[in-house]
């Protein structure tokens, strides 16, 4: 059985990794108390020190295109209902003839 990849925020990996460099609480309480693994804590941490502020940024993005999905979802649904109902009016200006 394969474990499901989480996509954790930008906010909640730079929140471990800052409670783990200032030393409030231990690499393996953050693991088991979150449920993450000690290798994706340490990549986050050693991105953070390569990276400084910019170590997250590509999840944004990621972010980003969950809400242009969620709004395109909308635009096709509202699509379908506006042409079901253009069939039904279709449907019974055929029947009055």
């Known amino acids: 059985m394969t474990k499901r990849k989480r996509d954790?925020?930008?906010e909640f990996k730079f929140q471990l990794v800052l409670k783990l460099l200032t030393g409030e609480k231990r690499a393996v309480q953050l693991c088991h108390e979150h449920q993450v693994s000690e290798t994706s804590l340490s990549r986050w941490r050693?991105?953070?020190?390569e990276n400084g502020s910019r170590a997250?940024?590509?999840d944004i993005g990621s972010s980003a295109d969950?809400?242009?999905i969620a709004e395109l979802e909308r635009l096709v649904g509202r699509l379908t209902m506006e042409l079901a109902a253009a069939k039904k009016l279709s449907d019974w200006l055929d029947s009055q003839r």
């Open 66 to 68: 969950q809400e242009r």
């Open 8 to 10: 954790y925020t930008p």
């Open 46 to 49: 050693q991105d953070l020190l």
């Open 56 to 58: 997250f940024q590509s």
